[in-house]
């Protein structure tokens, strides 16, 4: 093992959504959703980023019908501040020292600031890609994903990967090893959505479980509370969404160290953002 990646952790903005529905028994009241993204540095490898999170994109994007229906279901507070590629400079950095963006799944509030760097490799699963890239119109927005939110040349730059074969983490399935170093694992978190990955990585402030849209709430996988049942027609599986809830309750479990990171849960946020 090299040493241990840099990690910031940022908000990108958030919409709005009742916690009724993001978790099983929850509140009927509106919750701010932020889209974290992590930057991360690797030692060798540079700098990469773990989502895109919200961008001016998405609201040029979801501005007619029929994605216009996007920003209804779920109010956009953004600002264009809050964009990764305008939050770069504190770190002294600019969009082009970004190597490569691992996307965790295809829906828009992940990869809308995609667009912004034009010089990065894209990360994906081959199944993730497939899922979205035939679709447009309703049949995109069914699946929260916006083509023009990916770069037009995308599937140049993308890099895709076939199913994982790495040493597998208990419970939850074989994995790739980004940097063949052990500091940064995909694993499938199959149920949200098709081919979505989670990213353990190896951090300057311990180990991160990011598990992307696996649950909304942290709480979900403590408590084994998953989201909703009246959201599930937005999972890709909503069996094994539950069965993804039930494997990372286990894991967490038996590495108690480990953080876990979902990307829109104000409690990982408040713990972990970068002001
Ligand atoms: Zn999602
Ligand atoms: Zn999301």
């Given at each position: 093992?090299?040493?241990?990646?840099?990690?910031?952790?940022?908000?990108?903005?958030?919409?709005?959504?009742?916690?009724?529905?993001?978790?099983?028994?929850?509140?009927?009241?509106?919750?701010?959703?932020?889209?974290?993204?992590?930057?991360?540095?690797?030692?060798?490898?540079?700098?990469?980023?773990?989502?895109?999170?919200?961008?001016?994109?998405?609201?040029?994007?979801?501005?007619?019908?029929?994605?216009l229906l996007y920003r209804l279901a779920t109010p956009l507070r953004l600002r264009p501040e809050l964009a990764?590629?305008?939050?770069?400079?504190?770190?002294?950095?600019?969009?082009?020292?970004?190597?490569?963006?691992?996307?965790?799944?295809?829906?828009?509030?992940?990869?809308?600031?995609?667009?912004?760097?034009?010089?990065?490799?894209?990360?994906?699963?081959?199944?993730?890609?497939?899922?979205?890239?035939?679709?447009?119109?309703?049949?995109?927005?069914?699946?929260?994903?916006?083509?023009?939110?990916?770069?037009?040349?995308?599937?140049?730059?993308?890099?895709l990967l076939p199913a994982f074969n790495g040493p597998p983490l208990a419970g939850l399935g074989p994995t790739y090893d980004l940097f063949n170093d052990g500091s940064a694992l995909l694993v499938r978190l199959p149920g949200h959505a098709r081919g979505q990955v989670g990213l353990l990585a190896h951090t300057t402030r311990g180990r991160l479980f990011f598990v992307a849209d696996s649950c909304w709430l942290t709480r979900s996988i403590v408590e084994r509370r998953p989201p909703s049942s009246f959201v599930n027609f937005i999972a890709d599986d909503p069996r094994s969404l539950r069965d993804t809830i039930n494997r990372l309750h286990g894991f967490t479990a038996a590495n108690p160290d480990i953080q876990i990171v979902p990307s829109h849960c104000p409690d990982a946020l408040a713990r972990l953002l970068e002001l």
């Amino acid at each position: 093992m090299t040493e241990p990646l840099a990690c910031f952790i940022l908000d990108t903005g958030h919409c709005l959504a009742s916690e009724h529905h993001l978790i099983e028994g929850g509140a009927r009241q509106q919750m701010a959703c932020h889209s974290l993204v992590a930057l991360l540095r690797h030692p060798q490898h540079g700098w990469f980023l773990w989502d895109a999170g919200y961008a001016p994109a998405m609201l040029e994007a979801t501005r007619r019908f029929p994605y216009l229906l996007y920003r209804l279901a779920t109010p956009l507070r953004l600002r264009p501040e809050l964009a990764v590629a305008a939050q770069l400079p504190r770190f002294g950095l600019a969009p082009a020292d970004i190597g490569q963006v691992i996307i965790s799944h295809f829906h828009a509030d992940h990869i809308a600031g995609l667009r912004d760097f034009a010089a990065a490799r894209f990360v994906a699963l081959t199944e993730a890609y497939q899922a979205v890239a035939p679709l447009s119109g309703l049949a995109a927005l069914r699946r929260a994903f916006i083509p023009a939110l990916l770069p037009a040349d995308f599937a140049r730059r993308v890099h895709l990967l076939p199913a994982f074969n790495g040493p597998p983490l208990a419970g939850l399935g074989p994995t790739y090893d980004l940097f063949n170093d052990g500091s940064a694992l995909l694993v499938r978190l199959p149920g949200h959505a098709r081919g979505q990955v989670g990213l353990l990585a190896h951090t300057t402030r311990g180990r991160l479980f990011f598990v992307a849209d696996s649950c909304w709430l942290t709480r979900s996988i403590v408590e084994r509370r998953p989201p909703s049942s009246f959201v599930n027609f937005i999972a890709d599986d909503p069996r094994s969404l539950r069965d993804t809830i039930n494997r990372l309750h286990g894991f967490t479990a038996a590495n108690p160290d480990i953080q876990i990171v979902p990307s829109h849960c104000p409690d990982a946020l408040a713990r972990l953002l970068e002001l």
